[in-house]
């Protein structure tokens, strides 16, 4: 019914209704149809460089996003940035996404939404899966590599990827669309825009469901997000509020795959129980707040509030019942084995403030700011069912382990600019960065007494960064010559599951934090209330980026070259292996190096063709890395290649039009070997793959069949040449690694009145 209703919206509309018209917000570029060898029309923002400030920066426009392929979510999109590897668990771009820069995973990538910090406080993640199509509400992306960052109190260290929604206002109207592919794929998304009033006020509404089977064996997803945003503009305000809401329920396929197994069955996926699911809902409140106090000087105030709740079940087989605490329920003894299903909860709630204030002085430009939060977390984990028990002996869920963590954060920083004359522009950002953080685990089950551990972790963090950005005066060779140079440093705090047993975490009875010294806290009875470790043995890791390169501009073409070089000290890296919740285990390195090479090509061909090339080649080296694994064997791992690091990454695309509203798109894709563990053995790797793509879009209004809405039919064909290749994994005896999808297409209708 949900299909059918769209399907008439977008044709019985297409008859009916007037085009509207559109309506440009003052001071908001245009982005819409913009030539390959022009500015990229992304709008600059506090967190965000102009196109002539850094070179070690890319951009999506919007009418890159606007040729997007909707069955993919977002991080899968950023792929046409040099530097940038994306992968999904499902092996089809859909469900539990994940996005590296230059190599390094999210969890050391900063994410921006609107200006506002994405990543979890405490496991430094980034949940793409709990914003369902978040990508139909993006208006440009702007990804900034290596250490950038301040704004929002970001910890970035292979990059910052800074997404912009559409403002309401922009585009009045209606669109809605309907897709479907492989896998089971289905999407209807139906969005309004009111436009903008003679008073100032505007707002916007979407609504998005999706859904997929997956590519691999009980992979499936279902989302479903409301998005709603009411802007007002006055003469020396705008105030805008924004709420993103919705669920998702995936089907676990997180683990990894023996390579033996994936030699019978691409798609086979470990997790056999029927409702291994996760179930979600993280919505999103912001207000953000601009005020222009004269002509030189505007102020930004962002609040925000994130929720999240929700679970995961599994099913587990031969699990010692001490461990649940079952023995406590008159059952099995302690060192029994039973199956039982569980389910892990996890609610947080994180609150923040992210103010800065920009000076522009003529010559230079002055921007102060910073950020400050609050979070909690509750984690509890039940027994549903156990096979040594009565059917009905878990109608209230049996509670066998509980811990919070509690962060609270605040930093300043300030970012100066001076135009020295000449096309030569310095900056210089000095960031400091506080953080708490606090985790105490709860009577539950067996937790109790020198079973329950808490500890405290404060760090602080002085973080400076310098460039220098020269536009060579004049013409060079018919084009614009650049050339930049920056070095900076950064740190980053280690996450919750790496500061607690490198092979366990705080739901496992007797794991031990990874802490020097406990001290037993009395219970004022002659007994121990619980353990305070203190001297965390996962420390911080530090990183020197310096980085420098050149760019040319032309009418025709642009190219820009760039290469960094990464220093790092306790670099915190995969070791091999993961956690029983699917987690890779990791830990610090000592001494690391990462160096690369970054390369972005442009040219129009004519008409309207145009092909760009987006391609990195990294060497990433361990110095000093002394690995202790947990039999107590020692290996000495320096000159080794770091684990998971694509050695090289390349996209090749040619975009044709060739009229009547027809547009094409061919893309080839090559990725590099990565490591599975740091090892240095090539045997334990994934080997190199390359594929390619083919796009087609038909507007039927240029192609006469529409008068007035827009409509947009459109195709992808992926993997053309159905190439079997893997994208992520780990060395646990032997190969395990996640299958992508073979040849798979999706073809939708996209409609606006």
Not at 625 to 634: E, I, N, P
Request: net charge negative.
């Amino acid at each position: 019914m949900k299909s059918i209703l769209a399907f008439l919206l977008c044709f019985g509309g297409a008859g009916l209704l007037q085009a509207a018209p559109t309506v440009l917000l003052p001071g908001t570029p245009d982005s819409t149809a913009v030539p390959v060898y022009q500015d990229p029309g992304i709008e600059v923002t506090a967190s965000r460089y102009g196109p002539d400030e850094r070179l070690n920066v890319s951009n999506l426009t919007a009418e890159d996003l606007a040729r997007r392929e909707p069955d993919q979510e977002l991080p899968m999109l950023v792929q046409s940035l040099p530097g940038v590897f994306a992968h999904s668990d499902a092996g089809n771009g859909t469900g539990y996404t994940y996005l590296k820069v230059r190599g390094f995973d999210q969890r050391r990538v900063g994410v921006l939404l609107n200006g506002i910090p994405l990543n979890d406080p405490e496991d430094h993640q980034v949940w793409w899966v709990d914003l369902p199509d978040l990508a139909a509400d993006v208006q440009d992306i702007q990804l900034q590599r290596g250490v950038s960052g301040s704004v929002g109190g970001m910890t970035a260290i292979g990059g910052t990827v800074d997404v912009v929604t559409t403002p309401p206002g922009r585009k009045p109207g209606t669109r809605v669309a309907l897709d479907t592919g492989s896998y089971g794929f289905a999407r209807q998304m139906m969005a309004w825009d009111s436009g903008r009033s003679d008073n100032g006020w505007a707002t916007a509404v979407r609504l998005s469901r999706q859904e997929s089977d997956g590519f691999r064996d009980r992979s499936g997803y279902e989302g479903w997000a409301m998005t709603g945003s009411v802007r007002r503009e006055t003469g020396r305000t705008v105030n805008q509020v924004n709420v993103k809401t919705g669920r998702e329920l995936t089907h676990h396929a997180w683990d990894a795959v023996p390579e033996s197994v994936l030699r019978v069955d691409r798609t086979a996926n470990l997790e056999t129980y029927h409702n291994a699911v996760d179930d979600f809902r993280q919505p999103h409140f912001q207000w953000h707040h601009t005020w222009f106090l004269g002509e030189h000087l505007t102020l930004v105030n962002r609040l925000y509030h994130v929720r999240g709740d929700g679970f995961y079940e599994n099913y587990r087989a031969g699990e010692t019942a001490g461990n649940y605490g079952l023995d406590r329920l008159d059952g099995p003894a302690f060192a029994d084995d039973t199956d039982l299903i569980r389910r892990k909860w996890v609610s947080k709630r994180h609150t923040g403030w992210v103010p800065s204030l920009n000076w522009e002085q003529g010559r230079g430009r002055l921007l102060v700011g910073g950020d400050a939060y609050t979070f909690h977390s509750d984690h509890w984990g039940e027994v549903l069912w156990a096979d040594t028990f009565a059917p009905d002996a878990f109608a209230t869920p049996w509670r066998y382990h509980q811990y919070t963590g509690d962060k609270d954060a605040w930093s300043l920083y300030a970012d100066q600019q001076w135009r020295l004359g000449r096309g030569l522009l310095a900056t210089v950002n000095l960031q400091y960065q506080h953080k708490k953080y606090r985790f105490a685990q709860h009577e539950a089950g067996n937790f109790a007494g020198e079973r329950l551990n808490a500890y405290t972790v404060v760090d602080d963090f002085f973080n400076p960064k310098a460039a220098l950005d020269w536009t060579v005066p004049g013409r060079v060779a018919g084009g614009s010559l650049q050339f930049y140079v920056n070095a900076g440093i950064n740190h980053r705090e280690p996450t919750d599951n790496e500061l607690f047993d490198t092979w366990s975490g705080g739901d496992d009875l007797d794991a031990d934090p990874l802490f020097r010294t406990r001290r037993d806290v009395s219970d004022g009875q002659g007994g121990v209330s619980h353990v305070e470790w203190t001297d965390p043995l996962v420390r911080p890791e530090r990183v020197v980026d310096r980085e420098l390169g050149l760019g040319w501009r032309g009418r025709e073409v642009e190219w820009t070259l760039g290469g960094y070089w990464m220093d790092f000290t306790d670099e915190i890296v995969p070791y091999g292996g993961v956690s029983d919740d699917g987690s890779g285990i990791r830990g610090n390195a000592g001494r690391t190096r990462h160096r690369g090479l970054e390369l972005s090509a442009r040219a129009r061909l004519g008409g309207a063709h145009a092909v760009a090339l987006a391609a990195s080649r990294s060497w990433d080296e361990a110095v000093e890395f002394t690995f202790h694994d947990w039999d107590g064997s020692v290996y000495d791992y320096a000159g080794n290649t770091l684990a998971l690091f694509p050695s090289h990454l390349a996209m090749a695309t040619w975009d044709g039009g060739w009229g009547g509203g027809l547009r094409s798109r061919v893309r080839v894709r090559s990725t590099g070997r990565q490591w599975l563990d740091n090892s240095g053995d090539k045997a334990r790797t994934i080997d190199p793959w390359a594929t390619i793509d083919l796009s087609l879009w038909l507007d039927l209004r240029e192609a006469g069949l529409f008068r007035s809405s827009d409509v947009t039919v459109f195709a992808h064909l992926r993997n053309v040449g159905n190439v079997e290749y893997e994208t992520w994994g780990y060395w646990y005896g032997e190969n395990y690694t996640t299958p992508a999808a073979g040849r798979n297409v999706a073809v939708g209708i996209d409609c606006g009145f």
